[in-house]
């Protein structure tokens, strides 16, 4: 199954961009790469999704290396809100024909007022 | 709209007792996964189904957990015999289809006394 490296945490300050990294050199051509965060004390939150091109969405940007073998979840201007944990996932790695979530540690993102 | 909710947000038991967590998906979500996260984890799958058909039950710890959703809409996750290592938070989720975001409930925390 291919999995996802992510560093164990990062700190940002307010109103600054984060650039979150993932490594998934063992990805296939066909996975997804999805982005989910959990904040203190609730349910995971999906933030973003992506498969060759770049993505923008309300929340985020996902940048995805020509490779593939990589991906950079972008916050633009960080809030106290975004700390949280996030997690980069590959749901249809390994062939599964649905969505199963498997979470690894995560980023633990800081961010600074 | 009405998110993923969960009963009971907290539930404390006995080592020994049976329980049992509902969840209640966002109307018209095909797709309904189960997860639980330990203190300090990412969550980790335990069973999905589409409509009322449960199509993987592989990350079901024991065959003292079982998981049903009548009608194709509520579900309920039953630990019987409850062990000290149950103790976790178990999280909801619910997605369109198989093919789409998940979105997860808030999650009910079990405690085995």
């Known amino acids: 199954d291919a999995k996802t490296t992510q560093p164990n945490s990062m700190e940002s300050n307010e109103e600054e961009p984060v650039h979150l990294p993932c490594n998934h050199s063992t990805i296939s051509g066909t996975d997804y790469i999805h982005w989910y965060r959990q904040l203190p004390s609730q349910g995971p939150e999906y933030v973003i999704h992506g498969l060759t091109s770049n993505v923008n969405n309300r929340m985020a940007s996902l940048a995805i290396a020509e490779d593939r073998k990589s991906s950079t979840l972008i916050l633009h201007r960080a809030t106290l809100r975004d700390a949280a944990v996030y997690y980069c996932?590959?749901?249809?790695?390994?062939?599964?024909?649905?969505?199963?979530?498997?979470f690894g540690q995560g980023t633990i993102l800081t961010v600074h007022p | 709209g009405a998110g993923v909710s969960q009963s009971p947000s907290n539930k404390v038991t006995e080592k020994g007792k049976d329980v049992e967590l509902r969840c209640d998906p966002i109307s018209g979500h095909v797709s309904l996964y189960w997860y639980r996260q330990a203190l300090g984890q990412g969550p980790e799958f335990l069973t999905y189904f589409n409509y009322e058909a449960q199509q993987d039950k592989s990350g079901l710890p024991s065959d003292r957990f079982s998981a049903e959703r009548t009608g194709g809409s509520v579900s309920t996750l039953t630990i019987q015999r409850t062990q000290q290592e149950d103790s976790a938070v178990y999280l909801c989720?619910?997605?369109?289809?198989?093919?789409?975001?998940?979105?997860f409930g808030p999650g009910t925390r079990l405690t085995v006394l």
């Open positions: 996932i590959l749901p249809y790695a390994g062939g599964t024909s649905y969505g199963k979530l498997t």
């Open positions: 989720a619910s997605s369109l289809t198989d093919y789409n975001e998940q979105f």
